[in-house]
């Protein structure tokens, strides 16, 4: 996200020592995984994925495969 100076007004990982793992997220989460997360999903997206950015990804992809894994209901 840039503001009307044109500078980035998140906190990405690369801007940090990577990384905070923010408080209150399950313990798989870790600062190497957000990490790869960014490394892995950035060509993506044209702006810089942020860590919060990551966490989403991380969450969403754990309920996606939470959901896929259940049995069918009869």
Known sequence: MHTEQGTTAR??????????VPDGLPEW?????IEKTINVWQPYYTEPLSIDD??????TTSRLISVLSQEPSS
């Open 54 to 59: 990551a966490v989403t990804i991380l969450l």
């Open 11 to 20: 906190t990405t990982a690369h801007d940090r020592a990577c990384c905070d």
């Open 29 to 33: 989460i870790t600062s190497e995984l």
